[in-house]
């Protein structure tokens, strides 16, 4: 059984008080710029503080494990209790703030230093607030509703503790204020897994394709122009690989997750960044060539333009497009929320998939809105081919557009939709936060072709003939094969 305890009084109430008070000096802010709306839309600050962490860490050590077991190789030397992690997460929710069904990322301080556990302490009482309370479910989104198998009333200094794995919701304020610090429970592992041997970088007689993947979640792959892919990770690193899996490189230079990729000319790649970064690469040499803070929230995507040339997409609402030398040309703020994704429908216009469930089309020659696809349910992909544009949103259905015009609507998923691409004019790549990527005939909603990650799947890419290749939360780059005959 996943690990989950409650520990009452572990702070007293002076001490969340005091808490409360440093927390509100600081200042709190909409987590808007990193999180959306339909996601989580509280209020937080975050820091790093290592000596309340310690002191923390001091106070915690008799309630949790010492040792946590091997994920990896069974034979591999256990992970060993090792701190609290100094980045600490202060917490407000207001009325009508929630965050929704999710499981917590892992935190990785290096290659040795990893949490399991997540450290949540409630600072605000249950009878200062209404609603609010913490509620464990029996699985993540899919086709049917996940059941709530446990529900927490927060009460001040109470201590919670729990699996990384487990899937929970902060339920929504109706009255009141609540406040909870968190942070993570990290585990140390200094010997190699048995037998000493450190873990392959290509492959090999004792390799699988496409490891070591990355430490963490795996948000989004680009094809490179150069025959490699590119994947992209929460450990702030671009990873290169040749096409059947070898290891071919990485990228080194982003602070925070990087979300999208774009390839460019003259063996170019672009990247942005949670860390609000737009970063160009040679990747022959595999290093920086320039680099700009693009907006004043999370860079969400990024598209190439003609005559190398780019476009940038954000929580901040906005497009900016850049130079070759990123020098900024032209800003505009499309007025729809988060521009989540972007693909160009033709050399002087992209379509933007935005939160409030629009498509903008936007004219980057003449950097005006040149029209919109309505629509009510946040998207989170779009692409565009053949003429026709397709777009996944966050219960799951794709819809596709000619000519403005929408052609099909069909319920792809069981959840949001992360991540749509054409293969084709009959064939599109879907990848879900239901865990399954597919491949769909979309006029007849034809299921050709499924593959499962054990959590939220973030983006797939066709890498060969009936060959693709998936990330997710889970870490994991896989292949799916199919017979696009069949």
């Given amino acids: 059984m996943p690990f989950c305890v409650v520990i009452p009084g572990f702070l007293s109430a002076d001490e969340c008080g005091q808490l409360i008070d440093r927390a509100e000096a600081q200042g709190f802010a909409s987590a808007a710029a990193d999180y959306p709306p339909s996601y989580r839309n509280n209020d937080r600050f975050a820091g790093e503080d290592p000596v309340l962490s310690a002191a923390l860490f001091a106070r915690l050590r008799p309630h949790v494990p010492d040792t946590w077991p091997a994920d990896d190789v069974p034979s591999a030397t256990p992970w060993r209790l090792h701190s609290i992690n100094p980045l600490l997460r202060y917490c407000r929710y207001l009325p009508g703030q929630a965050f929704h069904l999710h499981q917590d990322g892992v935190c990785h301080r290096h290659a040795g230093l990893r949490s399991w556990l997540t450290f949540m302490v409630y600072l605000t009482d249950g009878d200062a607030f209404e609603g609010g309370d913490t509620l464990f479910h029996d699985r993540g ?27 929970h919701a902060g339920d929504t304020v109706t009255s009141g204020m609540k406040h909870i610090l968190r942070s993570d429970v990290l585990y140390e592992r200094t010997a190699m897994p048995a037998a000493g041997r450190a873990a392959p970088t290509s492959v090999g007689e004792d390799a699988a394709p496409f490891t070591p993947a990355h430490r963490g979640y795996v948000w989004a792959l680009a094809h490179t122009g150069t025959g490699l892919v590119a994947s992209a990770g929460r450990d702030c690193v671009i990873r290169l690989w040749h096409t059947d899996g070898r290891s071919a490189g990485a990228l080194s230079g982003h602070t925070r997750s990087v979300l999208a990729m774009a390839a460019l000319p003259g063996g170019r790649l672009a990247s942005v960044s949670r860390d609000r970064s737009l970063r160009t690469w040679d990747l022959q040499a595999q290093a920086l060539l320039h680099q700009c803070v693009a907006h004043e929230a999370a860079c969400l995507s990024v598209l190439a333009l003609p005559e190398g040339e780019l476009a940038t997409g954000a929580a901040d609402g906005r497009v900016v497009r850049w130079s070759p030398s990123l020098a900024q040309r032209d800003s505009v703020e ?49 692409d565009a081919a053949h003429g026709l544009v397709v777009t996944g949103d966050i219960s799951g259905q794709l819809q596709v557009w000619r000519d403005g015009e929408p052609l099909q609507r069909f319920a792809a998923h069981g959840a ?14 879907t990848a879900s936060e239901d865990g399954t990527v597919r491949v769909w005939r979309w006029a007849d909603q034809r299921l050709v072709a499924e593959d499962h990650h054990t959590n939220f799947a973030t983006d797939v890419l066709m890498v060969g003939p009936g060959q693709w290749l998936s990330c997710g939360y889970d870490g994991e780059l896989r292949v799916l094969q199919a017979d696009m005959g069949a």
Wanted: charge should be positive; hydrophobic fraction near 50%; glycine fraction near 8%.
């Fill in 141 to 167: 989104p899919g086709p049917t509703q996940p059941i709530v198998r446990a529900r927490v009333r927060p009460r001040a200094g109470s201590l919670i503790l729990f699996d990384h794995a487990l899937w």
């Fill in 334 to 382: 499309l007025g729809h929320g988060w521009v989540w994704s972007m693909a160009s429908v033709n050399d002087t216009s992209l379509a933007a998939a935005c939160e409030d469930g629009c498509v903008v089309l936007w004219n980057h020659e003449a950097a005006q809105v040149v029209g919109i696809l309505q629509g009510t349910v946040p998207l989170r992909s779009v």
């Fill in 416 to 429: 949001a939709v992360r991540r749509v691409r054409w293969l084709d004019a009959d064939t599109v790549a």
